[in-house]
């Protein structure tokens, strides 16, 4: 085959002998297992460093790393390669004849920059990918991603009401297995409701906790009368709603909208906490939180209602609202971060960036409901006269834009 090769092709291959070769592949296979061992060491590190100082949830950000997974698998198969290589060449003696396979160590030595490269660009990309702006950014954009694919096909929140649960003749259906609720399977979940001639309302929403025996939702015959009541089975429907719906050890992106606002929420408190004290870092994962709830107050994050062919509502899915996800933002960096009061200004901007947003009755009366915990909790703290000044203002923007009024700058801070 080398033969076969231009002279100018073959000027570039290894030339030298077998003691060569298997100087340099040994000197290849040694460094690259060394190097190996220290990639997986700093990536262990990376892992411990993100899930002590960030938030544990931030460790399935590295584990999906594309560049992690290629930058080990190129090492450690370059190292198998070179092992390989380094068992075909051979020296000369009486029963066989030297070998050198020319083409292979030539290849080897190839690997073996291009690893360096890797490995230099790896170290860069592992600094970049600590950095807490990078991980919210990272968590910002699989929400957003998250959210708009759920609000995908939703029903308005107003037709949740239209499905009256029954006072009589309704059966609770358990779950058959603990864990995380991952994800739905609408349409095996329809497909239950219309061959079984039931309405099933699901309880938790995706990533709620479900326990193995404790009722996860409600059904009811779709048509009125004791004969069917008598028909619907509840231990079979359970089976067959545990077949629609998958559960995991944790909890992921895939339907959950709250996820991602967990974990900017877990990065806020864990920036307040005594250890780290790190205020900056909360303001800003704050102002993330900020952005992907104007997001949502923008989209139809309503219950999921499924119908049948009739038109029928069978099956509802529920989704967090507004309310619930103003909530989840709010409850713990104000518990954590009352004290310090450019984290509590930076919770009076968020209402009022999400006031300015909707216009939606239901939102504007829950961003109300925490403007007044919010103030509440400023009354208990002991800020001085201008931080006090301060709090007031803000309180008086926000309501402002409650009523739809915006004033240039009035939420600007550094």
Not at 7 to 12: D, F, G, I, P, V
Request: proline content about 4%; overall charge negative.
């Amino acid at each position: 085959m080398i033969d076969n090769l231009p002279a100018q092709a073959t000027a570039l291959l290894f030339g030298g002998g077998p003691e060569s070769a298997r100087t340099v592949l040994s000197a290849i296979a040694t460094s690259l297992i060394t190097v190996s061992s220290l990639t997986f060491s700093l990536t262990v590190v990376t892992l411990q460093l993100a899930s002590s100082q960030y938030s544990p949830r931030l460790l399935r950000t590295f584990a999906q790393d594309r560049f992690v997974h290629v930058t080990l698998a190129l090492l450690l198969s370059t190292f198998t390669y070179v092992l390989t290589v380094l068992r075909a060449v051979r020296a000369s003696l009486e029963s066989h004849s030297a070998f050198v396979p020319q083409l292979s160590v030539t290849l080897a030595y190839l690997m073996a920059l291009v690893s360096v490269v890797t490995l230099v660009a790896f170290l860069a990309h592992l600094a970049r990918q600590i950095r807490v702006e990078t991980l919210l950014d990272s968590v910002h954009t699989e929400t957003l991603q998250t959210m708009r694919r759920c609000a995908d096909g939703c029903g308005q929140t107003e037709e949740a009401s239209t499905v009256v649960t029954p006072e009589t003749g309704t059966v609770l259906l358990c779950g058959t297995v603990s864990g995380f609720l991952t994800s739905v399977d609408e349409e095996a979940l329809l497909r239950t409701a219309v061959d079984t001639g039931s309405v099933v309302v699901l309880d938790p929403f995706p990533g709620a906790w479900l326990t193995a025996g404790t009722p996860i939702a409600v059904a009811w015959p779709v048509t009125e009368g004791r004969a069917e009541r008598d028909r619907l089975d509840a231990a079979g429907l359970s089976h067959l709603l545990s077949a629609a719906i998958q559960t995991g050890a944790e909890r992921t992106a895939a339907q959950d909208i709250a996820f991602g606002l967990r974990q900017i929420v877990d990065i806020t408190i864990k920036a307040l906490s005594p250890g780290i004290n790190d205020p900056t870092t909360a303001v800003h994962a704050l102002s993330h939180a900020a952005a992907l709830l104007c997001e949502a107050a923008g989209l139809n994050l309503g219950p999921l209602m499924l119908r049948d062919d009739r038109g029928r509502v069978r099956v509802v899915v529920p989704r967090p609202d507004m309310p619930a996800l103003l909530d989840l933002v709010i409850s713990q960096p104000l518990l954590y971060g009352a004290a310090d009061p450019h984290v509590t200004a930076r919770l009076f901007t968020l209402l009022g960036e999400v006031a300015w947003s909707t216009r939606r009755p239901e939102h504007l009366a829950a961003v109300h409901n925490q403007l007044l915990r919010l103030r509440a909790a400023v009354d208990r703290q002991e800020y001085d006269r201008a931080e006090r000044a301060w709090m007031e203002d803000l309180v008086r923007l926000v309501q402002a834009a409650l009523a739809g009024r915006w004033e240039q700058g009035a939420f600007r801070q550094s």
